[in-house]
């Protein structure tokens, strides 16, 4: 069992940044694809940046291209999200999510409030 851990959210005003963190209790060897998913009140989660642990490219949704910046650290087993310029559309709790060897986990959540 792999158990994830976020953290980081918070409340902030629009044009303000926050980072998120993911810290897995480990990952595969082989192959793992790890990232954020958001889902705000009264819609369907959606996917927001992942990358994988071979492709040299993250994926980002349309809305966060330019503003959201997804990186890792191997040795901490942790992966980040670095929210620049967030909108109050960007207003969400954000998951962590890790698939690997067949299984996906998700972490518990983390709120994020852009308001004025």
């Known amino acids: 069992q792999v158990q994830l851990v976020e953290s980081g959210g918070g409340l902030v005003q629009p044009g303000d940044s926050l980072k998120l963190s993911c810290a897995a209790s480990?990952?595969?060897?082989?192959?793992?694809?790890i990232g954020w998913f958001r889902q705000a009140p009264g819609k369907e989660r959606e996917r927001v940046s992942c990358?994988?642990?071979?492709?040299?490219?993250?994926y980002y949704a349309d809305s966060v291209k330019g503003r959201f910046t997804i990186s890792r650290d191997n040795a901490q087993n942790t992966v980040y999200l670095q929210m620049n310029s967030l909108k109050p559309e960007d207003t969400a709790t954000y998951y962590c999510?890790?698939?690997?060897?067949?299984?996906?986990?998700w972490g518990q959540g983390t709120q994020v409030t852009v308001s004025s």
């Open positions: 990358l994988s642990s071979r492709d040299a490219s993250p």
């Open positions: 999510n890790l698939r690997q060897l067949g299984r996906v986990y």
């Open positions: 480990r990952f595969a060897r082989d192959y793992y694809a």
